[in-house]
């Protein structure tokens, strides 16, 4: 009676054990990240969107697995206690079946010794369940642990690649900026906000020398060269937050940051001809925009020392400005 009182023990052990808690860490199974190395200079959002993709099919699967054990653990429990049951109904009867004959009392003490094979196997199986649901449950947590550095770092290269690619967007729409057509046929690529109204003003190439300033009030000016540009324009100091207008009419084919032009706006004057105002501290048109002579394109900056850059340019070259603002 002895191994009968431990299968009792072992028994109640396994009625007792109820749910298993999902540990915080440690795992034996394979890392999925040991051949990718996010957080390098290296590293893109292709490559942690692959990793990310691999720990998410890797968690999927263990959740269903995790799952799976569980049912397997209840399974065995309940098959244990009912053998346990059984087995104790039949342990109660001791030697009560010799008084029905040998073969009788045979028979009674093959059905325990079953029983309690029965009873251990199913015992092993529980624990063997709880065991690896333990483990896996530690793995799920490890996974998603990993998932959320993963994601945020993700979603930064993400930013910094748009980013990028919105740079080259607006250089290249600057370039196509400069691409417009004669006639009523204009250029619109890129946008800021704004409105204005249409100007019936002669053509732009009949008021060379005679352009009004895009600036009103006193201003400094100097040329200047910018990188992306063929000849020097004209760098102009004003006061803080002075208004910047159109110099003519025309059709603003770009506005919005680009380069070491800052926020700069161009308008495309028709037959060619094209200004172009930047520094600027705020745009008040956007791409699209039909203007009149004077009509305001923004501000400058309000910090000491603004200055608004200005280009005049025929087709991609650019012309003296000088020469067309009558200085």
């Known amino acids: 009676m002895k191994r009968f009182r431990s299968f009792l023990a072992a028994l109640s052990l396994a009625a ?4 298993v808690a999902l540990a915080a860490s440690g795992a034996s199974s394979p890392d999925p990240g040991a051949a990718a190395a996010p957080g390098t200079p290296q590293s893109t959002a292709g490559d942690i969107d692959r990793l990310l993709s691999t720990l998410t099919r890797e968690e999927q699967h263990s959740v269903r697995r995790f ?7 209840e399974r065995a429990e309940l098959r244990a206690l009912s053998r346990g049951r059984a087995y104790v109904r039949l342990a109660r009867a001791g030697l009560l079946p010799i008084g029905s004959g040998f073969a009788t009392f045979v028979e009674h003490a093959a059905r325990l010794e079953r029983l309690r094979r029965g009873l251990e196997k199913d015992l092993t199986e529980q624990k063997r369940c709880r065991k690896q649901r333990i483990a896996l449950g530690q793995r799920i947590e490890e ?3 990993r998932r959320g ?10 930013r910094a690649e748009t980013a990028l690619r919105s740079a080259e967007e607006r250089e290249q729409a ?10 009523n046929d204009h250029t619109a690529i890129y946008g800021g906000v704004g409105s204005g109204e249409p100007d019936s003003d002669p053509r732009f190439v009949a ?34 937050g002075a208004e910047v207008r159109s110099v003519h009419a025309g059709h603003v084919a770009f506005a919005d940051t680009v380069g070491d032009y800052g926020k700069a706006v161009i308008v495309d004057h028709g037959d060619g001809f094209f200004s172009l105002s930047g520094n600027l501290g705020a745009i008040e048109v956007r791409a699209g925009d039909e203007l009149e002579r004077g009509a305001r394109l923004g501000t400058l900056a309000s910090d000491p020392g603004a200055a608004l850059y200005f280009e005049i340019r025929n087709g991609t070259q650019t012309v003296d400005a000088a020469e067309w603002l009558g200085l």
Request: proline content about 6%; hydrophobic content about 35%; charged content about 30%.
């Open 143 to 145: 996974l998603r642990a």
């Open 149 to 158: 550095p993963l994601e945020a770092e993700h979603e930064a290269i993400s």
């Open 67 to 73: 799952g799976e054990l569980g049912q397997c653990a």
């Open 174 to 183: 600057f370039q196509r900026a400069f691409v417009g057509v004669s006639g």
């Open 207 to 240: 008021r060379k020398g005679r352009l009004p300033f895009p600036l009103a009030g006193r201003s400094e000016v100097e040329r200047e060269k910018r990188d992306a540009s063929s000849a020097a324009g004209l760098l102009m100091r004003a006061r803080p």
């Open 16 to 19: 007792s054990g109820g749910g």
